[in-house]
Every structure is written in structure tokens, then in C-alpha cells.
């Protein structure tokens, strides 16, 4: 199985911040990896796609980028709906995996 | 709007056969692909089946794999998991959701919580 090692595994920050989560992947996923937020109770919800896609609705400050094995996702200035768990996802093998997930609180 | 409801969990006795079923609503269900992925409360996301959209092409993780199946019914916009032999370490919330190609989980449930106790 393809092993996600997503870091750090929380961090705190304060509104206007920018944020940045890596993943690391055990093994070349090309450009098939994936970043969800999620909040508590709450499904996960797609934001960047194919390592770098915006999904459709999804503000800007939210990117992407990376191949191979490592992967990296960003918000350019954090927001107060911002604080939530990231999680990053292959899918270039099955079992598709995920990483630990990031949680992002207040500083 | 799409929608994504699951249903069948619930308290379950070790060992039982529960079925999991997810409708949806507001897409084009026979064009995507369909997944079951589960989290216990406080941990991280665990996906465990995938299934492709004319339902010929199904994929496990080990941890399931003979115990669980997973099934759709595409004129029903019903995707299934049949759930056997279960223990207390299946005991998680269970989501379904889509995907318009093999991996990006771009729709998801709201989750049915699945606890195996005696």
C-alpha cells in the first residue's frame, strides 16, 4: 500500500495567515493526490484535485502543487471558516489512502 | 442540488450481516464512480471499497476484502455495501461518495455511524 505522510499533523494560526501542508508519498502517485477539508460532524469536502485543480466553487486562496512524491497545499491567507482538518488522498494504486490529516486551529 | 443519503447503520451485534445503502440525487449516478470510506470518530479517513459506474469493477481495501461487498443498482441511484462478519474494529461512521473518475471524492454523504457491540 502507498503510505501518505502528511505533516505537520496540527498547527495553529490566526486569520490573515498563510498556511502550508505537505504530503509526502511513499511512492511515485504522479499527479494523483488530492487535498479535503473537514469539519467536525461533517463529510470531507474536495477542494484541489489531480494535485493541482481548483474544485469548482472553491475560493483561491486554496492551491495545490507537486508530483511524484511530494505534494504540497497552501492557503494564501487563512480565513475563519478555514479552521478544520485537511486531509490529502492517492489514487494513482488501490487501496486509495489518505493521510493522517492536518488540523488547523487558532493561534 | 446533489445529495448523497446513507442509511442501515446502527447498533449491531458482532457477527451480523447489516446492509449499508446510500441514494442519490442530482447527478447523473450511472456516470460515476462510487466509494465507501470510513472514519472513526476522531481519527482519519479509511477508505474501504470502490466500485465503477456500470458496476463491473469493484476494488477493497484488505481489511474488508471477503468479509464486505460492495454493489450498486444503477436504475435505483443506490449504491450498497453488504457488510459481513463484523467485529468491534468495523465499529466506525461509514460515508459513500462519488467520483467522476477512479479517486477524487468530489461528493460525499452525510455518514451513517455503524457500532458492532454485544
Known amino acids: 500500500d502507498i503510505q501518505m505522510t502528511q505533516s505537520p499533523s496540527s498547527l495553529s494560526a490566526s486569520v490573515g495567515d498563510r498556511v502550508t501542508i505537505t504530503c509526502q508519498a511513499s511512492?511515485?502517485?504522479?499527479?494523483?493526490l488530492n487535498w479535503y477539508q473537514q469539519k467536525p460532524g461533517k463529510a470531507p469536502k474536495l477542494l484541489i484535485y489531480?494535485?493541482?485543480n481548483l474544485e469548482v466553487g472553491v475560493p483561491s486562496r486554496f492551491s495545490g502543487s507537486g508530483s511524484g512524491t511530494h505534494f504540497t497545499f497552501t492557503i494564501s491567507s487563512l480565513q475563519p471558516e478555514d479552521f478544520a482538518t485537511y486531509h490529502c488522498?492517492?489514487?494513482?494504486?488501490?487501496?486509495?489512502?489518505f493521510g493522517r490529516g492536518t488540523k488547523v486551529d487558532v493561534k | 442540488e446533489v445529495q448523497l443519503v446513507e442509511s442501515g447503520g446502527g447498533l449491531v451485534q458482532p457477527g451480523e450481516s447489516p446492509r449499508l445503502s446510500c441514494v442519490v440525487s442530482?447527478?447523473?449516478?450511472?456516470?460515476?464512480?462510487m466509494h465507501w470510506v470510513r472514519q472513526v470518530p476522531g481519527k482519519g479517513l479509511v477508505w474501504i471499497s470502490r466500485l465503477n459506474s456500470d458496476g463491473t469493477t469493484t476494488a477493497y481495501a484488505d481489511s474488508v476484502r471477503g468479509r464486505f461487498r460492495i454493489s450498486r443498482d444503477n436504475a435505483k441511484n443506490t449504491l450498497y455495501l453488504h457488510m459481513n462478519r463484523l467485529s468491534s474494529e468495523d465499529t466506525a461512521v461509514y460515508y459513500c461518495?462519488?467520483?467522476?473518475?477512479?479517486?477524487?471524492?468530489?461528493?460525499w454523504g452525510q455518514g451513517t455511524m455503524v457500532i458492532v457491540s454485544s
Open positions: 489531480d494535485a493541482s
Open positions: 511512492q511515485d502517485i504522479k499527479k494523483y
Open positions: 488522498q492517492q489514487y494513482d494504486h488501490v487501496p486509495l489512502t
Open positions: 442530482g447527478l447523473a449516478f450511472k456516470n460515476y464512480w
Open positions: 461518495a462519488s467520483s467522476p473518475d477512479p479517486g477524487s471524492l468530489g461528493f
